[in-house]
């Protein structure tokens, strides 16, 4: 069973302050990692990809990736109250035409104004 | 920005009754995807279309559920005999490149089954 773990949370943070989410894997043939934001009700939105090793930096957010240690993160500097939603961490691995994403639970972040 | 299309965006049926959820994948995407969401919990893979056939299904994905493609625009999920545990959020995605930019879902399809 390959799997995505992230702490459900919540997490609260005080707006203007950095976030920071986590997430590990289970499938070390996992190759891309993927940071989408959920809104209560709504459907998930694409925020981040990575697929190397290290840092990306996207506005006000980064995600980090380390492969040895099967571990993925998302933080989000200068929170806003625009920023509560959950964040769901996804895996997938290449496969040809059956390439997938497997999701994480999700953390639910709450940015208090 | 293009936009998967999912409709209806509410459905209620009785428990036993066959469902039909249809998307509409973004034009120039050739991966499609079905996930689903129950309440509070994560979202499930379901099934995975590709060049006209399932590339791959979950342990989910028995033989109460189905997918078609009836047209070049149209990808729908049928849901034959239903039961209360399949109420859920019902996602469709597709992408062009789902290894470098992932997926684009739709707004889903809420199914409550009573």
């Known amino acids: 069973q390959k799997e995505v773990e992230q702490n459900s949370g919540p997490l609260s943070v005080p707006e203007g302050a950095i976030a920071s989410l986590n997430c590990t894997y289970s499938d070390r043939v996992s190759q891309s990692f993927f940071w989408y934001r959920q809104y209560s009700g709504k459907s998930p939105e694409l925020i981040m990809s990575i697929y190397s090793n290290g840092d990306k930096e996207d506005g006000r957010f980064t995600a980090q990736l380390n492969k040895a240690s099967q571990y993925v993160s998302l933080l989000i500097r200068d929170s806003q109250p625009s920023d509560s939603a959950t964040y769901l961490c996804?895996?997938?691995?290449?496969?040809?035409?059956?390439?997938?994403?497997?999701f994480g639970k999700g953390t639910l972040l709450t940015v208090n104004p | 920005e293009p936009e998967v299309t999912q409709t209806p965006s509410h459905q209620v049926t009785q428990m036993g009754q066959e469902v039909i959820l249809r998307c509409v994948p973004i034009?120039?995407?050739?991966?499609f995807y079905w996930y689903r969401q129950i309440l509070g919990q994560k979202v499930e893979f379901l099934v995975s279309?590709?060049?006209?056939?399932?590339?791959?299904k979950s342990e989910i994905f028995d033989d109460q559920f189905s997918v078609e493609r009836p047209d070049g625009s149209n990808f729908t999920l049928k849901i034959r005999s239903t039961k209360l545990e399949d109420s859920a959020m019902y996602f469709c995605a597709s992408s062009n490149d789902p290894a470098a930019g992932g997926y684009t879902f739709g707004s889903g399809t809420r199914l409550t089954v009573v």
């Open positions: 279309f590709y060049n006209n056939e399932i590339s791959e």
């Open positions: 996804a895996g997938g691995r290449s496969g040809g035409s059956n390439y997938k994403l497997t």
């Open positions: 034009s120039n995407h050739l991966y």
